[in-house]
Structure formats: C-alpha cells, structure tokens
DNA sequence: TTGTAAGCGTTATCAT
DNA sequence: ATGATAACGCTTACAA
C-alpha cells in the first residue's frame, strides 16, 4: 500500500511520463495554463493525483524568481505582543498564499543583521521586520531587493527625527500617551509619573509625550522613572523603583510592566488605584482580567500584522510600496484608574473618545 | 558606493570571474574545503567579500539535497504556552544553522494537513508539529521524508492508548494532575471538580487522572465541568460554569482558564480560595502574578520547543530518531489553594516535592 | 495545442 | 589542487 521503496519524491518528469505528454505540458497543466487541452489536463491532473506528486519549490523558485516566501524578523515569539503581531502576519500571509520565514533576534542587532542575511539567502519575495532595533534604512539595504515593510521600528535613535519612509506601520503611541494623560488629569490626578522599560525608541518617545502634554495641558512637570527591559519579571523589585513617595498615577511602558507593578505594589501593601493609579499599554488580554483591571492603551497588534503582510503582498504584486501609515489606539478605561469604586464590584470597560 | 545598478544577484560565477578561478574551486574554497590552497582560498574569500556575495540557499539545496530548513507547525502564534514552545524551537533551530518556516494551523484539521504539504514543497530538513489534532501516524505519512517530532499531540482519540512512537515529546501531564490532586487533598479540600476545556487528547487525559486519582486516594467522585474551547475569552460566563454550589477546589484545563476563572468568581461575588480553590496548568508568566496568585502545574514550555528542534537536527544528522520522552513537570503552590492566608500577604511559592 | 531546449545557482563526480 | 561537466526539478522562450 504505501510505497516507500521508491527513495526519490515524484518530480514533474514522473508525472509527464504517466500522462504521456512532456515535462513541459505538464507543468502547464498543472499551473492552468488555458491552452492546455482539457484532455491532456485531465490526464496530467490525475497522473499527479496517483502518484501524489508535490512540487519542489525550490526548484520552481529558482527557475520562476519567485518563492512565495516571506520573512518576518521579530525580538521575541513568547511575548504576548509579539506573538500577537506574528500571529497576524502569518495568517495574512498564508491566506494569500505565501509561507513565513520566522526568526526571533531578542533585540540583539548582529542577531538582526543575521537575519535579514538569511532572508536574503532564502530568495524571500518580502520581509518585515517588527520592533528592530536595526536602523530602518540599513535594514532596507540589508533586505536587497526584497520590498520591506518596518512595523513598530524601535531603533533608539528614531525618537527625534519623524521618518516618513515608505512602507512603515507603526501605532499611533503619542495620542494614546495623550489619551492617558488626558484622563489621569480628568479623573483628577494631578501628580503623574512615567515608569520606562529598556532604551528603545518607543519608550523614548512615550515618556517624551507623556512630559510634553503635561506641561502644556496642565503646567505639572512628569516624574520619570526607569527600569531595565527585563524589569518585569521581577515584580518585587518593581514596587520599589518608585521610590519612598508614590506619586497618584503612573503610567508604564508596556502592559507587562503595568502588570508587575500591579504585583509589586501590593506585595509593598500599597493599594491601586486607591493609593496609586496604573496605567499600561498594548492592550494584552491579562490586562482586562488582572485585579484590579488594568487600564490601558489598546494598540491593534493582530491588525498591525495583517496590515504588514497585507501591504508586503501588494507591494510585490504591483511593485510600489504603500506609504506609511499610523493606526490609531484608544484608551481603555477600567478599574486601575478609578477613583472611588466600590472595591470588589466591576465596573464595564469604557473607550475613551479621542475627540479627534 | 551602492551597486544597486545591476539588477541581478552577485553569483557563484561572479566570485569565480573575479577570483580567477572555475565556479566549483570557488565553492569548494567558500565551504571550506581542506583540498584548496590557502591562496586561492582567501582570493575567493576576498572576491566574495568585495562582491558582498550570498548564496542561493535555494539553489545549493536543490542540488545538496538539504535545505536547513524546518518546519514548525502550531495552532497559535500568539498563545503564551505554544509562543513559548515556538521561541525555544527558533532559538535552538537557529543555534545550529537551521531556519525556520512557522505555520498557525488553529486547530483545523485541513489546516494542519495543508501545512505539512507545505514543508513537504519546501524539502524541509525536518518537521515539529506542536499540540496537533492531526493523528500522529497520519502526521509520519504527510511528513514525507523528513523526519518528525511530535510534541503534546492533542488527537483526541489519543487519549485511550498509550503512544510510544519514536519522535514523541510530551510533558507527564498525568504526574502533575496527580501532585495538584494530593496537594488539595492534603490542604484538606474534598469537594473537588476538574474544569475542562475544548476537546482535545490532552483535555481527556487530565480530567481522567484526575478522576482517576481523586477515586483511589480518597475514595471521592470527582466532579466535572466542561467548556467550549474559547470560553476563557468570557470569563463572566465561566463564573456560572461552575453550577450553583461551588466546589471547594478547581482543577482548571490550563492557566488561560484559570486566570479568566478567577475574574468569573470575582465577579460573582465568590473569594478565592476562601470560596472556591483554584488550580492552573501550565504555568505562564502571569499565574504568577494574578490576584491571588495562582497555584499550577508547570510545564517546561521552552525547554520542549529547544528539545524538539535538538532532537530533529540530532535525527537529521544521525539518521535516526529518539525514543519518546516525557519531560517532567512541578506543582507550584501559590496564594489561589492556600486555605487560611492572611489576605493581601504574599507567600512565597513553594514547590511540590514529587516523592518519585 | 504541444514539444524542445535553455536556463535558474549550486554542488558532486570525474578527470587531470 | 583545480577544472569541466553533469545533475538537482522546475518554468519558459522558441519552435513546430
């Protein structure tokens, strides 16, 4: 029944042979051709069906120049947002059909310089690239000619300068920093602090925001704080990073921090938000269900890896590449910032309306 | 200074011209031959370096007959427990020169059949397939030749028999049901149910130990509930999946649930533990920060994706795949099943000793 | 409508 | 120690 004597896979040549007509016929049978004769494609059809014959497409690849592959470099496939972000692209991806080279460089640049070698190696029709510390226009050069999509670019010198290179998707994060600020002033919280996380360009950038639209909505100068990027998983050193006096709100870098923090202020026996409010960002699923709920800024990671892939097929279906564009976030109101709530009692979700 | 004029890739012939010598010297000087000659072996070093020539991996594996490549495939790239497994795979795919090509199958039997065409097309190198509903030998046939890893296989029929197919990876999934049992028998719960999730092998196995255990150590039925596999994403609803009566203690499918069931209970009104104890699998990350922090079995997550790839690339290179292995797992005992905790104190996490 | 033949960029075999 | 030359499995001019 099974037939694994024959070491060599079926090639094109077998399927040929068995339908009696030349490689060449076959090929176009198989890939559709309209001026195939239905006979001949029938029998080339069912010759590839008995000997369940899978083309090799490298082979294809090499002769068409195309592989119908993509590259997706990303710092880490275990982190909630990451993950998310992958998760997205892959689907995308395979939906119009293309398969995803995956490489995880955990922010190291040479691991990222690496990769988008080994892309290049593999003949990837597209790669994108997400959170890289990477220059975006040396990892353009390093793409060759694969189109390049840039999602969240992290790179730590890109606060200050605007970049409106083509083919960047990245979250809108200076209104969600301003939709939370926004709100901690409007609840009534006047003594507001940042807590970062690690040198990226986007913590840069939230706690530059943050400073700004507080000094400008309300003359109150920010208290910055900063931890190191692998901060959050030590929850009972995070409680004391705040120092003696906790000021009424913070707002973390990311959702995983805002997390720990939640579990380190409670081990230091401080109350959220009675006696502290928090905020997080990124809208991780743990945010809606840890205690107190966590309000957050929620950024479209799922969509955010569509869109990458999305774009990257489009681009090497037309050969132009979209220009940049910013999705917008929204805040999420819960329990973390509310003032005065009956402990225990939860209270719905509320999306601010950003009133643009 | 950018050589982006011509349009095609620096090749093997290209090194050759420059470094005068024939294509197959140049290769053989590139893969480090000991044959050649250590002067035409740095001019063809050099000539590749000026050139900044990469290889077409697709090309040398058409002709080497091995493409370094490995296929991954998954339900979900952006759950924490099968993220966690793919970026141990990466990490220890790419430590040995492997690339990896990651597909999201969500649990869809065509899916994951169309997946391993996949990586039968792209002449991988090797297959790991993760917390797959596809049966195992039918997995061994669609993998072609490739050899292939099985971690957690989830066929629901797989429950019944044992499985001792070479190239198994799985987690003793019975010996932590069976340490959670002891642990809430010895903390002196007797009304103890099991809390199921979706329909898979591993779902069947756990709650059938438990059953199982919770008979012949104390002579109790257990009680059980069931979900459907999304129902963590409403964790109002799983509030009143538990009946009317609470248990004194649930032993959950996984951590996801726990966690969303902790935010049920709390919207219900019941305390945890004073209420209801709570059990995980699993052991993410924020088990163990929730409120309360949650008691769980923990699964070596990384560590089964690291071992899957070091076990394909061993099989690759050997010729021959290892015998099943079932990587042991340890009940962490948290706030969630501690009867008499001063409420807002932490404990520290204690782990149970196995006694084996 | 179909076949012939020339590649795609490597590596392996066989000479020298 | 090096060079021709033939694969690897496929697609695509160019012929017929």
């Known amino acids: 029944m099974s037939k694994r004597h024959a070491d060599r896979r079926t090639t094109l040549a077998d399927v040929a042979a068995r339908a009696g007509t030349s490689r060449a ?33 490298a082979a294809r690849g090499l002769r068409a120049r195309r592989t119908r ?20 692209f892959e689907l995308e991806a395979a939906g119009s059909g293309y398969t995803v080279i995956m490489v995880a460089a955990r922010n190291v640049l040479a691991n990222e310089r690496r990769a988008l070698r080994v892309f290049v190696e593999r003949s990837t029709d597209g790669i994108c690239i997400v959170s890289c510390i990477l ?11 694969s189109p390049l999509v840039v999602v969240q670019p992290d790179h730590p010198r890109l606060a200050s300068r605007p970049l409106r290179l083509d ?4 979250s809108d994060d200076a209104s969600g920093v301003r939709q939370a600020v926004d709100h901690l002033l409007a609840t009534g919280y006047r003594d507001i602090a940042y807590l970062g996380m690690g040198r990226t360009g986007s913590n840069t950038v939230r706690r530059a925001t943050a400073q700004r639209v507080l000094w400008e909505a309300a003359g109150i100068r920010l208290r910055a704080f900063q931890v190191g990027a692998d901060a959050w998983r030590a929850p009972s050193l995070l409680g004391e990073a705040l120092g003696s006096t906790l000021p009424e709100a913070v707002i973390c870098y990311d959702d995983k921090l805002a997390l720990a923090l939640l579990d380190g202020l409670r ?18 699923p743990f945010a809606a269900i840890a205690r107190p709920r966590l309000t957050t800024v929620m950024t479209p990671a799922t969509e955010m890896g569509r869109r990458a892939a999305r774009t990257l ?31 225990g009692r939860p209270m719905a979700d509320l999306v601010a309306s950003d009133g643009r």
Do not use: C, W
């Not at 083919?167 to 990245?170: A, D, N």
């Not at 081990?267 to 809208?283: I, Y």
């Not at 132009?320 to 509310?338: C, G």
């Open 135 to 145: 220059d975006p226009s040396e990892a353009r050069d390093r793409a060759g000619p």
């Open 267 to 284: 081990e230091r026996g401080a109350r959220v938000p009675d006696d502290t409010a928090v905020v997080g960002f990124d809208g991780i």
């Open 69 to 88: 592959t993509l590259g997706f470099l990303l710092p880490d496939l275990g982190d909630p947002v990451h993950g998310q972000v992958a998760a997205g």
């Open 25 to 57: 016929t076959a090929s176009r049978a198989l890939a559709g051709d309209q001026r195939i004769s239905e006979a001949t494609r029938r029998a080339v059809r069912d010759a590839a069906e008995a000997l369940e014959y899978i083309p090799n497409v």
């Open 313 to 343: 097929v489009d681009a090497i279906v037309t050969g132009r590449m979209a220009p940049a564009m910013t999705l917008p976030v929204e805040l999420v109101v819960r329990e973390s910032t509310a003032r005065a709530t009956a402990s």
């Open 167 to 170: 083919g960047v998707i990245r």
